[in-house]
């Protein structure tokens, strides 16, 4: 199959770890849908899988961009940022997700679909 995918159902630790090498070596973005919970993964850029989400249903408002390094300690495996997340009219101006609920959202999402 292509990527990005959505990803629809969890993946345990090595198929993450797999993914990661696949792309980047150590990280996997990730494009989440907060509302919806959907997930998609396996991409060059965040915007591409933004795209896949869209074409699927998902609202823009609705999607924000994260990296996973699976090979990190706990702590130091997610971060926030993307490029499509700079959304100053949802009053996001940077590439890091100001808010705590949807930085939450994410985290729970990705603890569900990522077995780190």
Not at 52 to 71: E, M, R, T, V, Y
Not at 97 to 114: A, L, T
Request: charged share 25%; aromatic share 8%; proline share 4%.
């Amino acid at each position: 199959m292509a990527w990005p995918k959505i990803i629809k159902s969890p993946l345990n630790k090595t198929e993450t770890k797999e993914l990661a090498e696949g792309f980047f070596g150590d990280m996997i973005k990730i494009v989440v849908d907060v509302e919806a919970g959907k997930v998609a993964a396996g991409c060059s850029l965040h915007a591409d899988a933004e795209q896949l989400l869209l074409k699927h249903g998902s609202k823009q408002a609705d999607i924000w961009g994260a990296n996973i390094f699976p090979g990190r300690k706990s702590g130091q495996r997610l971060e926030f940022t993307a490029l499509i997340n700079i959304r100053p009219k949802h009053g996001n101006k940077s590439q890091y997700i100001s808010s705590p609920d949807i930085r939450r959202k994410v985290e729970s999402m990705i603890g569900h679909y990522f077995e780190l």
